[in-house]
């Protein structure tokens, strides 16, 4: 069988949102009838893929259970294509891992090494560090979302490095000057004036992650009284700083977040549909909202703030990039994709500047419409956001597809999406070896 169910596993991790509130929740109820949602719990993330810890199981394939890491690693040329295996070396694994996460609490901020520095990171400390691949992600807004994403622009780091009391008391008042006074916010990328400006943010992060806990505690709580007592301050900053701080410090209280997350940040609202490519080595993390998450099967994170695990400050500070681009520039661009055509009200190619996968959006408007995809040299995974319809295969087998539902497509294998609903929408993950 080329085109078959997957029942899908899931993470109740406690940051995800409770109960059938949770989109993760409802999607692993359709997947499986026998999963009843349990009202007090969290449902963090729905894991589509070939992970070993969470396996998803192909349904009606073969006699009894078998997983889709087993069934393709019994047929690889069949089910992730020659091309692939030769391009990613795994004959058993897809190379991306495909989420929905619903997020209720911040997530850690944290950062990934590319390949380089992952296979140096694993070997100094792979308690740390368990693999030595890159971990690209990119995540694609279904509902409204919040996060946090590379470093602001110069202007305005230096305008809230200057405004706000306890960051500057953090950071001190010389370093502030040395920043304010010293930024070129015109350089080109990659001139030595962009090499410079990204030292300055380095030194004033450095001081941040190396201050002592005591004191950053202490600033926090400074920081958060302030909020209530002149938001104005704030607001001259970013009008939604002040109920931030105070929402995230409830989350995570005194934590060194609020600074290097809320104040050094861009803080970034993606509308349904709308994504964003997390580069390696750029620090960034969800705030709330339901997502589509694809990335390359990798563990490696670094963190630096509202989490209780280990902070390796010194690589952290030593990794970064310090790009310093607007909201917009981290924003994906919505692209056309020739091998999708038909009746569709939306098809939009999320293509990320990296090999392991890309993302296809469709949306229907009305019912019985069709909308086409040519075979893809690669395999693919489908879920239904919403809506209902069919997946066809050669024109007359009939697979029904309810919100929550998902899919594997193996490679070489046209299909036809139809809405049986007005708002019918799908989001197909796929990697090809020549996209
Ligand atoms: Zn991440």
């Not at 078959?4 to 995800?16: P, S």
């Not at 396996?55 to 997983?67: I, L, N, Q, R």
């Not at 002592?212 to 958060?224: F, H, P, R, W």
Request: hydrophobic share 40%; with cysteine.
């Amino acid at each position: 069988m080329s085109v078959f169910r997957i029942d899908c596993g899931y993470q109740n991790y406690d940051w995800g949102k409770i109960g059938s509130s949770s989109a993760v929740a409802q999607y692993a109820a359709a997947s499986n009838a026998s999963t009843k949602i349990d009202e007090s719990k969290p449902y963090a993330e729905l894991w589509m893929g070939t992970h070993p810890s969470v396996p998803s199981v192909a349904v009606d394939v073969a006699e009894g259970k078998s997983t889709l890491r087993e069934l393709i690693g019994a047929s690889p040329e069949k089910y992730l294509h020659q091309s692939i295996i030769d391009k990613f070396g795994s004959s058993k694994e897809l190379p991306f891992l495909f989420k929905v996460l619903s997020i209720e609490k911040v997530l850690s901020i944290q950062a990934h090494p590319d390949k380089q520095l992952a296979a140096q990171l694993h070997k100094q400390a792979p308690q740390h560090y368990p693999d030595d691949n890159h971990k690209p992600e990119m995540a694609i807004a279904v509902t409204d979302f919040e996060g946090f994403c590379g470093f602001k622009p110069l202007q305005e780091l230096a305008v809230t490095l200057q405004t706000i009391p306890e960051l500057n008391e953090i950071i001190g008042a010389e370093t502030v000057e040395e920043f304010v006074s010293q930024i070129k916010p015109e350089a080109e990328i990659g001139s030595s004036d962009d090499v410079a400006n990204r030292k300055l943010i380095q030194k004033v992060f450095g001081k941040l992650m190396n201050t002592d806990e005591s004191v950053i505690q202490a600033k926090a709580k400074s920081l958060v009284e302030r909020t209530s007592s002149d938001p104005e301050l704030f607001k001259k900053i970013d009008s939604r700083l002040p109920s931030l701080i105070q929402r995230l410090n409830k989350q995570f209280p005194d934590d060194i977040g609020l600074f290097c997350g809320c104040l050094l940040l861009n803080h970034v609202d993606l509308k349904v549909g709308e994504a964003m490519f997390l580069q390696a080595k750029d620090p960034h993390a969800y705030i709330s909202g339901d997502i589509i998450e694809c990335m390359a099967a990798s563990d490696n994170v670094v963190r630096a703030g509202f989490t209780p695990k280990f902070k390796d400050v010194e690589n952290l500070v030593d990794m970064l990039t310090y790009s310093y681009e607007s909201v917009e520039k981290q924003k994906m661009p919505l692209l056309p994709f020739a091998k999708a055509h038909g009746q569709a009200a939306k098809s939009v190619l999320y293509n990320p500047p990296i090999a392991e996968f890309a993302v296809l959006q469709t949306i229907f408007d009305k019912a019985n419409a069709v909308q086409q995809h040519d075979s893809f040299d690669g395999p693919s995974i489908v879920i239904c956001t919403n809506g209902t319809g069919n997946i066809k295969v050669d024109g007359s087998d009939i697979k029904k597809v309810e919100t929550g539902y998902v899919y594997f497509v193996a490679p070489g294998v046209p299909i036809e999406l139809e809405s049986t609903s007005d708002d019918f929408t799908t989001y197909r993950a796929f990697v090809e070896a020549d996209i």
